[in-house]
T-cell receptor
Framework: EAQVTQNPRYLITVTGKKLTVTCSQN?????MSWYRQDPGLGLRQIYY???????DKGDVPEGYKVSRKEKRNFPLILESPSPNQTSLYFC?????????????FGDGTRLSIL | KQEVTQIPAALSVPEGENLVLNCSFT??????LQWFRQDPGKGLTSLLL?????REQTSGRLNASLDKSSGRSTLYIAASQPGDSATYLC????????????FGKGTSLLVTP
């Protein structure tokens, strides 16, 4: 089954403790992206990757890092999480060679930073 | 800066009604406009994608239209069912931004039996 898988689905942690949210897709998609969803603000893009070893900032990249060492994986790293990063996070992927390919989203990761 | 607005924010209708969800955007420099469905605890499911050169797309009971010049899109749901209850999100694909999507805040739909 074609899917985007995120782990963990839920995480409660404390300020400053480094964490990684993994994202994996099995569709051989070139393009991958991270969004965060906050009440009243909607979804906003954090980082994206057009292909392996190619990443770029989205609209709200502060406090986040990403890497794209292989095509199927695009982890989101919070080096020193803070309470304002408490949010619902989504990973997405698409074919990438054409902006008019629909994006496929994972089920989300709910992060609470205390 | 692209702003995407969805009206209404919430809608409750009895089963069987036809309904229209509205989306407006401020910058017409877009690749496409997409409608997504979001269910609680689940991710986003792509419903329809309208390319900037197109006027509408249809899938089953869903029909979406796009008027790029006026910055508007509508999602028409025919013969609504309780299973249609979800949040519907409109997103525009920005030009020259790495395929980034700008999302509206969504319309929460409840279809009652």
């Amino acid at each position: 089954e074609a899917q985007v898988t995120q782990n963990p689905r839920y995480l409660i942690t404390v300020t400053g403790k480094k964490l990684t949210v993994t994202c994996s897709q099995n569709m051989n998609h070139e393009y991958m992206s991270w969004y965060r969803q906050d009440p009243g603000l909607g979804l906003r893009q954090i980082y994206y990757s057009m292909n392996v070893e190619v990443t770029d900032k989205g609209d709200v990249p502060e406090g986040y890092k990403v890497s794209r060492k292989e095509k199927r994986n695009f982890p989101l790293i919070l080096e020193s999480p803070s309470p304002n990063q408490t949010s619902l996070y989504f990973c997405a992927s698409s074919q990438g060679t054409d902006p008019n390919q629909p994006q496929h989203f994972g089920d989300g990761t709910r992060l609470s930073i205390l | 800066k692209q702003e995407v607005t969805q009206i209404p924010a919430a809608l409750s209708v009895p089963e069987g009604e036809n309904l229209v969800l509205n989306c407006s955007f401020t910058d017409s420099a877009i690749y496409n406009l997409q409608w997504f469905r979001q269910d609680p605890g689940k991710g986003l499911t792509s419903l329809l994608l309208i390319q900037s050169s197109q006027r509408e797309q249809t899938s089953g009971r869903l029909n979406a239209s796009l008027d790029k010049s006026s910055g508007r899109s509508t999602l028409y749901i025919a013969a609504s069912q309780p299973g249609d209850s979800a949040t519907y999100l409109c997103a525009v694909g920005r030009v020259n931004s790495g395929y980034a999507l700008n999302f509206g805040k969504g319309t929460s739909l409840l279809v009652t039996p």
